[in-house]
């Protein structure tokens, strides 16, 4: 069991080196018609503020990936006591575990969910950290439809024909999260300002390719899923039979009998 769980931790981790690999090449170089990787001796490519980048990309500033009227804003300041039946309302804390369980989340009332409609959520957004762990990011999945979120997420729509995909990826590459951290202040408890959040620089293909360059990265993020859930079943089954073996509620004397005879 050690052994599988050494073999599938190292698989996680080539992986995802892999997968920075790709963010790196793909988020400076992007994709041809052909579904090549660009290269600067047979492409256009121009000086931008982040370096070199295809000839057909723009940088803009974040908030541009926005629809009008629906800018990047935080939510419910002081959420109370927990309301049975009330508005679910996600956190910081969720975030940063991963996967979100609706079923655990704080609840507001619905006279407090009111006062912060703008933050209501769609699903399809984005969610960023903004306090203590700053730049965790999350897209909210279609079940979380009608929910809030907390003071310590941004939320950000972003407005069609963009890839909503394709900025949740650009928002984790290293890139964007060293900027994100170069503009954090607190000295205590690290803060990320709206502002610049919402300006922070951004490389924007046309949708059609912000689409495909989703496609691949998200291929594997769900080749990192696989063997992340793989890990998790394999640790509890060595739990399972640590429990069963060393408290003696299975018993090993048929083993030892049988290696005994041979």
Not at 57 to 67: G, Y
Not at 97 to 125: F, N, P, V
Not at 157 to 165: C, F, Q
Not at 168 to 190: H, P
Request: charged content about 20%.
């Amino acid at each position: 069991m050690d052994r599988a769980i050494e073999q599938t931790e190292a698989l996680i981790a080539k992986y995802q080196r892999i997968k920075a690999g790709l963010m790196q090449d793909l988020l400076a170089r992007g994709i041809d018609e052909h579904g090549h990787l660009r290269d600067p001796t047979t492409h256009k490519f121009k000086p931008s503020p982040l370096g070199h980048i295809p000839m057909a990309w723009e940088v803009v500033p974040l908030s541009d990936f926005c629809p009008p009227g629906s800018p990047i804003t935080y939510g419910v300041l002081k959420p109370g006591e927990y309301a049975p039946n009330g508005i679910p309302l996600l956190q910081i804390e969720d975030v940063i575990h991963g996967d979100i369980d609706s079923d655990a989340l704080h609840r507001i009332s619905r006279s407090l969910d009111a006062q912060y409609a703008r933050t209501r959520l769609k699903g399809g957004e984005i969610v960023v950290s903004l306090v203590g762990t700053i730049g965790k990011v999350a897209q909210i999945p279609s079940h979380l439809s009608g929910a809030n979120l907390h003071r310590n997420l941004a939320r950000i729509e972003v407005a069609l024909p963009n890839s909503s995909e394709y900025l949740y990826q650009v928002l984790q590459s290293q890139n964007v999260q060293k900027a994100i951290k170069d503009t954090t202040f607190g000295s205590t408890q690290s803060l990320l300002n709206l502002g610049a959040l919402r300006s922070l620089l951004i490389p924007r293909p046309e949708p059609s390719e912000q689409g495909s360059l989703a496609s691949i990265l998200n291929a594997q993020d769900a080749i990192l899923r696989a063997e992340s859930e793989s890990l998790s079943k394999l640790i509890r089954l060595k739990a399972g039979l640590m429990q069963d073996l060393l408290t003696g509620e299975v018993s090993v004397e048929p083993l030892l009998e049988t290696q005994t005879a041979s």
